[in-house]
């Protein structure tokens, strides 16, 4: 086996370690997501129910505060996409 040969292979062996760390990266950052898409939802129903229950306006500020929770998620998603 010539130098050549040993030098591709290691080109191999680092091209295969970067694809396996990128995608642990990308892994590693799907919980961030979800906690951000959780807690979007969880602040938007939270005030939505608060919100009701103080004005007596059940349960119109609870859907209006929850879908501001998945646009506030939507939102979310996307920047953290553009940051990637």
Same mark, same amino acid.
């Given at each position: ?9 290691n =080109?191999?062996?680092? %091209?295969? =370690?970067?694809?396996?760390?990128? /995608?642990?990266?990308?892994?590693? !950052? !799907?919980?961030?997501? #979800? @906690?951000? @898409?959780? +807690?979007?939802l969880? +602040? $938007? @129903? /939270? *005030? $939505?129910? /608060?919100?009701d229950? !103080? ?5 119109? *500020?609870? !859907?209006? /505060?929850? *879908?501001?929770? +998945? +646009? #506030?998620?939507?939102?979310? @998603?996307? %920047? ?5």
């Amino acid at each position: 086996m010539g130098v050549g040969a040993v030098s591709r292979d290691n =080109r191999d062996n680092d %091209e295969k =370690r970067e694809r396996r760390n990128e /995608f642990a990266r990308a892994y590693a !950052l !799907l919980p961030q997501i #979800a @906690i951000g @898409i959780i +807690v979007c939802l969880g +602040v $938007g @129903i /939270f *005030l $939505g129910v /608060f919100l009701d229950r !103080l004005l007596g306006t059940s349960p119109w *500020l609870l !859907l209006v /505060f929850t *879908l501001l929770g +998945v +646009v #506030a998620a939507f939102k979310s @998603i996307f %920047e953290f996409a553009k940051k990637m």
